[in-house]
């Protein structure tokens, strides 16, 4: 199959947007920015989301949703833009994953847009794509951005060259709207904003970030158990 259809005549080539799905993301990472981009597909027919995976079977997720790929790595070669989501123990056994990695790594070469959600940017980093750049990622797992060669930033999204990391979870809504607006513009992607209404006001207001200590026990121990087996991965984010 190819990774991009063939546009019609006359018509803007289509950019394929490469969701990557593996066992036991959190589902918003993808879901959220899944959505934006379903909706701006609907406005700008140039825009083609699509899930890749190592296979097409059903995955679990950290909640009771499966979620399952439309298109297998192999199917995708030349994506336009890929978004790495996150989660706790499954995305760091995900970091030695290597057909997960050779694949980032081989359309890392041919990609616009190489982006990632929470801690999906380990991800981007264990594959090398992350040396020299400013990243950011879940605010527990910040300070392993530089055992990855990354330079690390406390913002809700940080652009640097081609790489495009988002922070916790939700903040892949805003990653996937900045990247909407970069496709096809500022009047549609605040269209496609008010179509998903996301407009948040959270019941207990924002969060006190002076408030907030380190995280290094529970992030060690999912560094621990997602990947035993893989003794110098461990070594180089807790050595």
Do not use: N
């Not at 990774?3 to 918003?28: D, H, Q, R």
Request: hydrophobic letters at 45%.
């Amino acid at each position: 199959m190819a990774s991009t259809p063939a546009p019609e005549p006359g018509a803007a080539p289509v950019k394929t947007i490469a969701f990557v799905l593996y066992p036991g993301i959190t589902a918003l990472d993808m879901v959220g920015p899944l959505q934006v981009f379903s909706a701006l597909a609907g406005l700008d027919p140039s825009v083609r989301p699509v899930v890749v995976s190592g296979s097409l079977e059903a995955l679990g997720t950290d909640t009771p949703l499966s979620l399952t790929a439309s298109h297998t790595f192999d199917q995708v070669r030349d994506p336009y833009a890929v978004i790495v989501p996150g989660g706790t123990e499954p995305t760091f056994t995900a970091m030695a994953d290597e057909d997960l990695l050779a694949w980032l790594r081989d359309v890392a070469g041919r990609a616009e847009i190489m982006a990632s959600v929470c801690t999906g940017s380990l991800i981007l980093g264990a594959a090398g794509l992350l040396e020299g750049r400013q990243a950011t990622t879940h605010w527990a797992c910040r300070p392993l951005l530089s055992r990855l060669g990354a330079t690390p930033v406390r913002r809700r999204w940080v652009q640097d060259g081609p790489v495009v990391t988002a922070a916790g979870v939700s903040a892949g809504i805003d990653l996937a709207l900045h990247l909407a607006e970069r496709l096809s513009g500022r009047q549609t992607a605040q269209f496609v904003q008010l179509l998903i209404e996301y407009d948040p006001e959270p019941p207990h207001g924002p969060i006190d970030w002076s408030t907030v200590g380190p995280a290094d026990a529970w992030v060690d121990s999912m560094v621990q158990k997602g990947l035993a087996g893989h003794p110098g991965l461990i070594a180089r984010l807790t050595g």
